[in-house]
């Protein structure tokens, strides 16, 4: 008789940790649609019932997987933000996340059944708060920037970057301008990112 397999007893957080990493290289290489909890299982060296217990079902594990991106997401925009001027860094890294796969994760999330809850998160406020730290600090004496502005593009650069990763590529290849999509793209960025700046400036 073959001897069984004797399971690792893992503290809850770091079999979730185990079994993030391992369905995020699942949807990285097939998307969503890849997820397979039984080979997720496998490659983090959990049971099954495991990731039932941490996630719920397979949606759940992909809406974790998505909160995930977010948050790393939010750390380094937030992160950036204290080194860089209005704007810059953090639009750089928000378009550079969406084209990595957050958007796509990100509709299909959307369009689940049951779709994911918004608003639960203080993720969004703590890039608007983060950014709106930044424009006091630019600001002049007495001059007090109206967070409602933050808030706006906050709301412009995420709409921006979530449409750009979806349908960018494909708005420039329609173009037929001759020019590499890659340096368009970074064309577009680097326009977006000064336009953005240009209007906090003005704001400030």
Do not use: C
């Amino acid at each position: 008789m073959a001897a069984r397999e004797k399971r690792v007893r893992r503290r809850p957080e770091e079999a979730r940790a185990l079994i993030l990493d391992a369905a995020e290289k699942s949807m990285a290489a097939d998307g969503p649609a890849g997820i397979r909890l039984q080979d997720v299982a496998k490659a983090a060296g959990v049971s099954h019932p495991t990731i039932l217990h941490h996630f719920g079902s397979r949606e759940g594990l992909v809406r974790a997987l998505n909160l995930r991106t977010l948050e790393d997401l939010t750390r380094t925009v937030v992160d950036r933000m204290a080194d860089a001027k209005p704007g810059e860094d953090g639009i750089a890294h928000t378009f550079a996340a969406y084209r990595g796969g957050l958007a796509r994760r990100m509709v299909w999330s959307i369009q689940s059944d049951p779709p994911p809850a918004i608003g639960q998160t203080p993720l969004f406020d703590n890039v608007v708060q983060s950014l709106h730290a930044l424009r006091q600090s630019f600001s002049g004496p007495g001059v007090e920037p109206d967070i409602a502005d933050t808030r706006a593009v906050v709301h412009l650069v995420t709409v921006a970057a979530l449409g750009d990763a979806l349908i960018g590529a494909r708005l420039r290849a329609s173009a037929n301008q001759g020019e590499d999509e890659r340096a368009q793209g970074a064309a577009f960025e680097k326009w977006f990112s000064d336009l953005i700046a240009l209007f906090l400036r003005s704001k400030a």
